[in-house]
């Protein structure tokens, strides 16, 4: 069965570190994955997605992501955090580009200092 | 503008009232979505439809049902909503699966 897993529930970094967020995934065949922001009040907005070839994938806001299938990950980066990015990050998998499944993980709520 | 309309944004009903939430998409999208967000639970997805009159339960379907008679609109249905379904509900819609989903603004739901 497909999952999703964020280990890190709550992240604070300082304005203009860096940042990763983890996201491990379990699925049988060739995921399809994905990264959404929500901030506070709000909807979700895409960040980017993984289909297949390049390995990472570059996204809206300055943020990327890695696809690793040997430890089944999918990590977000970004280079240097601004205050604007406090919010909650959720990893997605879905299984194939015929089907409307897609799987969240439990969130990564973002805490930028000043 | 595209994009994915849920209505109402705010609802408190009463235990066993049947209650509708609906969702529009204006993107000719095949394929649309409702889940439900709770603190700690992420999103869970309730069911998903491919295409007009094609649905399918998601994870955790219990309590609810759609419905995909047009290709614009999926709305969610508690025939007889309970407290356990207090909640923030999102639907949203996509060109394919896989290409992601387009979120709608959000329904915050409060069974008393």
């Known amino acids: 069965a497909q999952s999703v897993t964020q280990p890190d529930i709550h992240i604070t970094v300082s304005e203009g570190a860096s940042l990763e967020l983890r996201c491990n995934y379990s699925?049988?065949?060739?995921?399809?994955l994905f990264w959404y922001v929500q901030s506070p009040g709000q909807g979700l907005q895409l960040l980017l997605k993984y289909f297949s070839g390049d390995t990472l994938v570059q996204g809206i806001k300055g943020f990327e992501a890695e696809f690793k299938r040997s430890q089944s990950s999918f990590n977000l980066r970004k280079p240097s955090v601004h205050w604007s990015d406090a919010a909650e990050y959720f990893c997605?998998?879905?299984?194939?580009?015929?089907?409307?499944?897609?799987?969240f993980g439990q969130g990564t709520t973002l805490q930028v200092k000043p | 503008e595209a994009q994915v309309t849920q209505n109402p944004r705010y609802l408190i009903t009463v235990t066993g009232k049947k209650l509708t939430v609906t969702c529009s998409q204006n993107m000719n999208h095949e394929y649309m979505s409702w889940y439900r967000q709770d603190p700690g639970l992420g999103l869970r997805q309730i069911y998903y439809s491919m295409n007009v009159e094609v649905t399918d339960k998601g994870d955790v379907p219990e309590g609810y049902k759609v419905s995909r008679k047009e290709k614009r609109n999926f709305p969610l249905i508690l025939e007889s909503p309970s407290p356990n379904q207090t909640s923030l509900y999102f639907c949203?819609?996509?060109?394919?699966?896989?290409?992601?989903?387009?979120f709608g603004s959000g329904t915050r739901l409060t069974v008393v």
């Open positions: 997605a998998v879905g299984g194939s580009s015929n089907t409307g499944k897609l799987i």
């Open positions: 699925y049988g065949a060739t995921p399809y």
């Open positions: 949203a819609s996509s060109f394919q699966g896989a290409y992601g989903y387009t």
